[in-house]
């Protein structure tokens, strides 16, 4: 059984044991478990989990290794879990806490009293994805007359921007970017704006690689043609203008630049709070306004929702207000301090081993590199640094930019970066020891080419049985430990199959538990 496999779950038979009317296994115990018994419960399942806490993974979760801060953000949760961001008439906390968070975002980013975005207003949402697609959707709107609107995107943008486009029925636009630079030609991104296009996106940094777009070159473009400009500051916005005060050089990026209508920027990101709270901005009221759903149209109450959901929880709110106010503007310049550290350590870590390249120079708080030498794979590599419990994320390869591993680098990570470069010396040592993954050259051929509407549920069914995918029984998580086959596979195959393929392994892991 591998170390992440555990055995935990609803207790089929509960009822059983205690002479129920039923023996049937069931999810929904016929009689009600005590409290102590479901929190093990909750805490077996948990143990299957990569560690969210130490400074060991590298992608999915912040920690700023603050003392006493977990325990405040649980605790401001538990206060509004129950509020509901429905009504804010009804529930005026939820009001209070959500225009501070947009206050303490616009503030950072350009917006606010006393600077060129003083109208600056904003919603909070449930998250990165949830912000992209409200500004999509509120340039859309903003354009009733396109009949069919498009937005144009670098090809680092995250992939939100592309669920946005497919949820909303834009267009996607998609420009290079150099292989040198990660960056679009700001060129490129005027060539690919026509008449119908209603907003123009950039990121402030890019998730694969940190790298920040030329923000003011692309508003620039965007606003010549009189097109919206979003600038994507979901990932590093928090961090951004505290690395400029450390003297890390970071070009102009937020409201402050002319010709950026929009920006977003994620609270339970490197703001540290715990999920679920990201701010959407938007320059004045007037870009606000199409982003907004009211209907008054049927017997119930006037549904007005600023966002997607309609009934909010006021927990996450709550936990990031109570994150925000308790780290403070000093706190968050100690956390991007100590983040830089740990970048600049890393990143020396990868130079100092042959075979590796840094992909790009670590401009924010991401580590990104690749391999230079064919004889050391890099899912390998990957799977050698899981053995030994550094969880780092591999991205595949993109048009001519070659498969990477991406380390999101946060405060916690300061400490562990010797142990870090030691680990990846040794992992580079087996990698190289185990060869590359080497698989047969018809599979390879075949997943080069299947067409995904060949995929058959049985097909997928038997390749995910032959690559040990897809089994979440017992709690674990229906991957293999080791993953550099499946990695070598995915890799070799073509976007729309590797999309489909994931999906429907995805489809296998959702399954009820009955
Ligand atoms: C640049 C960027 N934009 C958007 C998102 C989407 O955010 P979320 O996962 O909170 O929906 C991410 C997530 O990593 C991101 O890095």
Redesign the pocket.
């Known amino acids: 059984m591998s170390e992440r496999t555990v055995t935990a779950g609803p207790r089929v038979d509960a009822g059983a044991e205690r002479g129920d009317e039923t023996s049937e296994p069931s999810s929904l115990p016929l009689r009600g478990l005590p409290a102590d018994e479901v929190l093990a419960e909750v805490r077996a399942l948990r143990a299957a989990d990569r560690p969210t806490h130490g400074g060991r993974l590298f992608a999915y979760v912040y920690d700023p290794a603050v003392p006493g801060l977990d325990e405040l953000a649980n605790s401001a949760y538990a206060e509004s879990a129950h509020v509901n961001g429905l009504d804010p008439t009804a529930f005026p906390s939820l009001l209070a806490m959500e225009n501070t968070l947009v206050g303490a975002a616009a503030r950072l980013l350009g917006g606010g009293p006393g600077s060129t975005a003083p109208d600056a207003v904003g919603s909070v949402t449930g998250?990165?994805?949830?912000s992209?697609i409200l500004a999509v959707k509120a340039a859309r709107d903003s354009r009733p007359e396109v009949a069919e609107p498009r937005l144009v995107v670098p090809a680092t943008a995250?992939a939100?921007f592309a669920k946005a486009a497919h949820y909303l029925r834009v267009a996607l636009d998609t420009v290079a970017v150099s292989a040198q630079t990660l960056r679009p030609d700001p060129a490129d991104v005027a060539a690919a704006i026509r008449p119908e296009t209603v907003l123009v996106a950039c990121?402030a940094?890019?998730?694969a690689h940190g790298v920040i777009d030329p923000v003011e070159q692309i508003a620039a473009v965007a606003a010549e043609r009189g097109v919206r400009c979003h600038v994507?500051a979901?990932?590093g916005g928090w961090t951004l203008p505290y690395l400029r005060r450390l003297g890390v050089p970071v070009p102009p990026f937020d409201l402050g630049v002319a010709g950026v209508t929009s920006i977003?920027v994620?609270l339970?990101?490197y703001a540290y709070a715990p999920k679920g709270v990201?701010v959407l901005l938007h320059r004045d009221p007037a870009s606000r306004a199409p982003q907004f759903f009211a209907f008054a149209g049927w017997p119930g109450y006037t549904m007005v929702n600023p966002v997607i959901s309609s009934t909010r929880s006021g927990g996450p709110i709550a936990a990031a207000y109570a994150t925000v106010r308790h780290l403070g503007d000093d706190g968050y310049l100690d956390l991007a301090r100590r983040t830089r550290a740990a970048v600049t350590g890393l990143a020396a870590a990868v130079r100092a081993v042959d075979g590796l390249r840094l992909l790009a120079e670590p401009e924010s708080t991401v580590v990104c590199f690749t391999v230079s030498d064919p004889d050391l794979d890099l899912f390998t590599l990957v799977d050698e640094l899981t053995a030994r419990g550094w969880h780092t994320q591999p991205q595949f390869r993109y048009a001519d930019l070659p498969a990477s591993v991406h380390l999101t680098v946060t405060a916690s990570v300061a400490p562990t970066v010797p142990d870090f470069g030691a680990a990846l010396v040794d992992s580079v040592a087996a990698a190289r020891a185990a060869g590359p993954v080497r698989l047969p050259a018809d599979l390879l051929a075949l997943v080069g080419s299947l067409d995904p509407d060949q995929l058959t549920p049985d097909l997928v069914a038997t390749l995910a049985t032959t690559l040990g995918l897809g089994s979440p029984a017992g709690g674990g998580s229906g991957v293999p430990e080791r993953m550099a086959v499946v990695n070598t596979l995915l890799d070799a195959a073509p976007p729309a199959l590797r999309e489909r393929l994931l999906a429907e392994f995805v489809g296998l892991l959702q399954r009820p538990t009955y």
Request: aromatic share 10%; glycine share 10%.
């Open positions: 998250g990165g994805t949830e992209l995250h939100a990121s940094p890019s998730y994507d979901c990932f977003s994620d339970h990101k990201s």
